[in-house]
């Protein structure tokens, strides 16, 4: 079977992919205020255009697909999508990444359909804070989404929290309180500049050192770190002793974990986004729905994955990042 090797020699089997550009929630780090999503139906991937560019990325030996978005309960058919690429010969592993207002409805049907484990977005466990910051969010629902995928099966579960100065950085601690009652696992997540909203949060930015420094204050002595396998991701993890948690660092900027890199982003609209900083894409969606064969699609997607930069820039210059916001692209 053909692999996809960039020529850095990294190979990518993980492909993230944004099923809507729409979210019931506007956190203002991710998207502007005025940000409406610019899609028709027609322009978003179909279910047979979804299932036939997965199967293509399988055959090229990728196992892992991430529903993602803007927010992906709201895709309507979401289990099904989750179904048909579950079923897909190669894919092995199915997360989800949610917001979890919607996920209490949700979380049994989508187990059901393969969705083995998820990461939830929670920022803050005051609600009107909670509120503020995702401009609209309600913490009791989401909360009771998390109970609803605990319950559900679905494992690990993980908190995903953007540390932000003055806005939650008061709550590391009490958020990773809550992971550890809950027996779920927390990451925080570096501000990354991506989008007009992503550049203006960096003045809220912490560095993956200073969060690192304020867990280790509220656990002295009960951390252990992990040892980073080659897929884990780009965080600096720790298992909290005598628990069922671990708690970790997302960190894009103070960290370039590109030399690990192993995934590519495929937007809603079908553009195959190859690196999260940079502007470059190819439209798979005008491929699926040309008469190009599968051969010439898995060609196509080789030649891209070719084109994948070494490594983002946005810790180096504004004018590298990509206009995309990350509601567009997916996390
Ligand atoms: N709506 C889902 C959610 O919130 O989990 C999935 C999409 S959201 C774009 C994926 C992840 O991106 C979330 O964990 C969110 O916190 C993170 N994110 C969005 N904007 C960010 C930014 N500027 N810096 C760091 N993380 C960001
Ligand atoms: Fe929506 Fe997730 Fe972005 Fe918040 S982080 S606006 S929930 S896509």
């Known amino acids: 079977m053909t692999k996809l090797i960039d020529q850095f020699g990294r190979e990518i089997n993980y492909l993230r992919l944004s099923v809507t550009e729409h979210c019931n929630f506007r956190c203002f780090y991710c998207r502007d205020d005025e940000q409406v999503p610019n899609c028709k139906r027609e322009d978003i991937l179909s279910y047979e255009d979804i299932q036939r560019i997965v199967r293509l990325f399988a055959e090229l030996g990728v196992s892992k697909v991430r529903l993602t978005g803007g927010e992906p309960l709201l895709r309507r058919g979401i289990s099904k999508i989750a179904q048909l690429i579950s079923n897909i010969p190669g894919i092995t592993d199915v997360p989800l990444s949610t917001n979890a207002q919607l996920l209490e409805k949700f979380a049994d049907k989508l187990y059901k359909n393969g969705v083995n ?94 969060i690192i420094e304020r867990i280790k204050h509220h656990l002295p002595g009960q951390l252990t770190p992990l040892i980073a396998s080659k897929t884990a991701g780009p ?44 502007e470059d894409s190819i439209s798979l969606k005008d491929a699926v729905r040309s008469n190009l064969s599968d051969k010439d699609i898995k060609e196509m997607i080789v030649r891209a994955i070719n084109k994948k930069p070494e490594k983002h820039v946005f810790n180096e210059s504004i004018d590298n990042i990509s206009n995309r916001q990350m509601v567009e692209i997916g996390g």
């Not at 894009?252 to 937007?267: I, W």
């Open 235 to 278: 965080a600096s993890n720790y298992k909290v002793n005598a628990s069922n948690t671990t708690v970790g660092v997302i960190s894009a900027v103070s960290n370039h974990f590109c030399q690990a890199c192993n995934r590519v982003r495929l937007s809603a609209k079908g553009d195959l986004i190859l690196c999260l900083g940079q």
């Open 117 to 210: 484990r998820a990461n939830i977005s929670i920022d803050s466990l005051n609600p009107e804070r909670f509120r503020k910051i995702t401009r609209g969010g309600d913490l009791t629902q989401v909360v009771k989404g998390i109970d609803a995928a605990i319950a559900s099966g679905m494992h690990p579960i993980k908190i995903n929290a953007v540390a932000m100065k003055g806005v939650n950085d008061d709550e590391i601690e009490s958020l990773i309180d809550f992971a550890i009652k809950k027996g779920i696992d927390i990451r925080f997540i570096e501000t990354m500049p991506i989008g007009t909203a992503g550049i203006e949060v960096q003045a809220q930015h912490m560095s993956e050192q200073e």
